[in-house]
């Protein structure tokens, strides 16, 4: 078996197949020592190879897509109402690119998207495999949003949101929704509540309360992912560090969509 490298440059073992999603820096070490990896036809046990771009790595006989090059910005930014997704959009001149910089937005890219009038947590990204990992069908990582519906939601209703219901385009995955607050007014009763979803279907949350018959009058995705929201006011962005990238790329690869 390999077991050693001489090269000076390239990116440490453990930390390339952290960047690839397969499992955290401690988890992809005992990956290596378990003699799981193989580089350009020999085993490698070395967690400090040094991995070279020409190198071909695969872990339990698969090739590892390479992660993105150093460099590649991943934005979170908590999107205000009003902003559109579309980057190119004639009848709504002002995009969530337009939230940032002129700096940082160049090269960015949405990770899906968020309704016009749904504010949150949205990605951004120049890192295109990244983008195609979080929103392919059948990585499924979760989304989480807080929903202010008209109405009060029963127990039936919760059961139905989260066992699946069918919509026009199919019925939906399983889903987890929890209960926040019940508000009863004198004119009007309004609840509040938790849903997480798998899918990412257009309008697929409010569509959803719709067939249950409660009008959706505030939405904000709350979670990504690991990733949470915060503290952060609406219109507020930062970037990912390090750990919080390494997370997401584990999430979609651990993720299976709900069924």
């Known amino acids: 078996m390999a077991d050693a490298s001489e090269e000076k440059t390239g990116v440490r073992l453990v930390k390339y197949l952290a960047q690839c999603g397969v499992a955290s820096r401690r988890g992809a070490g005992d990956i290596v020592q378990a003699g799981r990896v193989i580089i350009n036809d020999e085993v490698v046990i070395n967690m400090a190879y040094q991995v070279q771009p020409t190198d071909q790595v695969f872990l339990d006989g698969k090739l590892l897509n390479a992660p993105a090059?150093?460099?590649?910005?991943?934005i979170l930014l908590n999107k205000p109402d009003g902003v559109v997704c579309s980057l190119s959009d004639p009848h709504n001149p002002r995009t969530v690119l337009d939230c940032l910089p002129p700096d940082v937005r160049r090269g960015l890219k949405p990770v899906g998207r968020l309704d016009k009038d749904t504010t949150g947590l949205l990605l951004l990204t120049s890192d295109g495999d990244l983008?195609?990992?979080?929103?392919?069908?059948?990585?499924?990582?979760?989304?989480?949003?807080?929903?202010?519906?008209?109405?009060?939601?029963?127990?039936?209703?919760?059961?139905?949101?989260?066992?699946?219901?069918?919509?026009?385009?199919?019925?939906?995955?399983?889903?987890?929704a929890k209960l926040v607050q019940v508000d009863e007014r004198s004119y009007a009763t309004f609840t509040t509540l938790d849903l997480t979803i798998h899918e990412g279907r257009n309008r697929q949350v409010?569509?959803?309360?719709?067939?249950?018959?409660?009008?959706?009058?505030?939405?904000?995705?709350?979670?990504?992912?690991?990733?949470?929201?915060?503290?952060?006011?609406?219109?507020?962005w930062r970037k990912l560090t390090e750990q919080e990238l390494e997370a997401l790329r584990q999430d979609a690869a651990n993720s299976t969509k709900g069924t």
């Open 69 to 74: 090059t150093e460099g590649a910005e991943v």
């Open 131 to 176: 983008i195609n990992k979080l929103t392919h069908p059948r990585y499924g990582v979760c989304k989480t949003y807080r929903a202010t519906v008209t109405g009060k939601i029963t127990e039936e209703e919760l059961d139905v949101l989260q066992s699946g219901m069918m919509l026009e385009d199919g019925p939906t995955a399983s889903a987890e």
């Open 206 to 236: 409010r569509r959803m309360f719709d067939a249950l018959g409660h009008q959706v009058r505030y939405l904000e995705r709350i979670q990504y992912g690991p990733l949470r929201l915060e503290k952060m006011k609406h219109g507020a």
